[in-house]
Nanobody, 125 residues
Framework: VQLQASGGGLVQAGSSLRLSCAAS????????VAWFRQVPGMERIFVAA????????HYADSMKGRFTISRDNAKNTVHLQMNTLRPEDTAVYYC???????????????????WGQGTLVTVSS
């Protein structure tokens, strides 16, 4: 599966953005999808994930209540709605997919075999 992330941009603190991850392939519904983010020079960290099996969602603690991940299998797309953005949310956001994700691995980037190219989110104070 090929992934393409989009929707990043420059916004002010307190604003919202919706990122999209568009996937190719007719079996997209079988893939669990996650978002990670990375600040240059720092480790890539987990943001959110949605599993294919039960559509359960998982979030990093700092994103709970502000970010919402959802999927539209008919459109082969996963969205990340980001509200009340903070300057510390500034990063390149990547979507990733796995065909065999188990719940204990949702936060582990090594569990995802497919990655999009990233979209930059910049939040000004």
């Amino acid at each position: 599966v090929q992934l393409q992330a989009s929707g990043g941009g420059l916004v002010q603190a307190g604003s919202s953005l919706r990122l999209s991850c568009a996937a190719s392939g007719r079996t997209f519904s079988r893939y669990s999808v996650a978002w990670f983010r990375q600040v240059p020079g720092m480790e890539r960290i987990f943001v959110a994930a949605i599993k294919s099996s039960d559509r359960s969602t998982h979030y990093a603690d700092s994103m709970k209540g502000r970010f919402t991940i959802s999927r539209d299998n008919a459109k082969n797309t996963v969205h990340l709605q980001m509200n009340t953005l903070r300057p510390e949310d500034t990063a390149v956001y990547y979507c990733a997919a796995s065909s065999s994700l188990i719940s204990s691995n949702v936060r582990n980037q090594l569990a995802y075999a497919y990655w999009g190219q990233g979209t930059l989110v910049t939040v000004s104070s």
